[in-house]
């Protein structure tokens, strides 16, 4: 299944039975990019650091090279569209999401170029041993996210796939700190800005909306349901994004719709009788209640596994305390009455932001696109 195809007479472009690119450190693509090695893969294809070869030569980029294959590659345009939208709406890229710095395609491969980066929130949080992230950096983190996802929405778009494999370290540089009550070495990030990615999936208000969007354990009541979809289903994701920052772990860990909604039954108490009659998955409802077995093997361990919310809080001080609160308020059921991420930005949990941190007086696009 690998096609051999020439590039001007001598050079080899082959492709797996996947339909990666194969390449080798040292390749030369678009006669300006240089593979160095590579970053990480996904379904997409391939996410290698080059050499740019314009300038002097030293500026490294993250170059996504999308597999030759057609749903992949028309995936890959829809991207690029909301980049450039980005860029649009946001040339000096104060707004914390990836810029886009340069597209081609490679013998039916799309590239796309990018600043780089450092490790996501996920990978810094996998390698130290799940050892959840400080308050503080948990506050600089989610106010960054908070202005990011705030100015998508701005701009009539959803992004739908936000989780911390999503949420990028401009630097995940670390000091080694010894922390005594543990007994142990523990990494700490030294700057917490961060770049939201990924916009793969990102949706604008007039686009086809699909009937399931975003990764499992970040999907809104109102997606499972198959109620409709638009912005807050980003907000429902954001709030469980701060619980697993704060604590490290995933909040609704499950891989089964009715298992999920009896998990946030748990966690956030009975789901709005109305959300459940007006759902078309009647099979998860008697009644207009959640049709589950507490006693069953499930229910056991939903009962064991998951307590409601303000449980997991570590510490009763104030600021612990306006975190929960500011998560419960991303975690409403009702996706009218969910908070939204301008008001999100104005709770007190961020009142304790270093003036540093802050980020003054945004652009709003408001006036350039419809308000959503």
């Not at 609160?325 to 996706?335: F, N, Q, R, V």
């Not at 009142?351 to 006036?367: C, F, G, K, W, Y």
């Amino acid at each position: 299944n690998r096609r051999d195809k020439s590039d001007s007479g001598h050079v080899n472009i082959r492709d797996d039975d996947e339909g990666h690119l194969i390449y080798v450190p040292g390749d030369i693509l678009h006669h300006q990019y240089e593979i160095r090695r590579t970053l990480g893969e996904g379904t997409f294809g391939k996410v290698v650091e080059v050499r740019d070869l314009r300038g002097d030569g030293s500026t490294r980029l993250a170059l996504k090279i999308i597999k030759n294959v057609e749903k992949y590659r028309e995936a890959a345009r829809l991207e690029i569209n909301v980049l450039k939208t980005i860029n649009e709406k946001d040339p000096d890229g104060v707004n914390l999401c990836v810029a886009l710095l340069d597209s081609f395609d490679y013998y039916g491969h799309i590239c796309i170029a990018f600043d780089m980066l450092g490790l996501s929130v996920f990978d810094f949080l996998k390698e130290n041993n799940y050892i959840p992230y400080p308050i503080d950096q948990v506050r600089h983190v989610s106010y960054q996210l908070c202005l990011a996802v705030k100015f998508l929405h701005e701009i009539a778009l959803t992004h739908t796939d936000l989780k911390p494999e999503n949420i990028l370290f401009v630097n995940s540089d670390y000091n080694i700190v010894y922390n005594h009550r543990k007994r142990r070495d523990e990494r700490v990030v030294r700057r917490t800005d961060i770049k939201v990615i990924d916009f793969g999936s990102a949706t604008f208000d007039w686009e086809h909306h699909s009937t399931i969007v975003s990764t499992r354990h970040y999907r809104a009541p109102e997606v499972i349901l198959e109620l409709g979809w638009s912005q807050p289903c980003d907000v429902w994701s954001v709030g469980c994004i701060l619980f697993e920052l704060y604590l490290g772990f995933t909040l609704f860990q499950t891989h089964d719709n009715k298992e999920h909604l009896a998990m946030m039954e748990r966690i956030l108490g009975s789901i709005p009788y109305r959300m459940a009659k007006q759902s078309k998955k009647t099979k998860y409802f008697y009644h207009g209640r959640l049709d589950w077995d507490e006693r069953s093997s499930a229910g056991r361990y939903v009962r064991e596994n998951c307590k409601p919310l303000r449980r997991y809080m570590v510490s009763d001080e104030p600021d612990h305390q306006q975190l929960f609160e500011l998560i419960e308020k991303m975690l409403e059921y009702d996706p009218k009455r969910r908070i939204t991420l301008v008001d999100a930005l104005r709770h007190p949990f961020f009142e304790r932001l270093l003036p540093e941190q802050r980020i003054s007086d945004l652009p709003s696009v408001a006036n350039t696109s419809s308000k959503s």
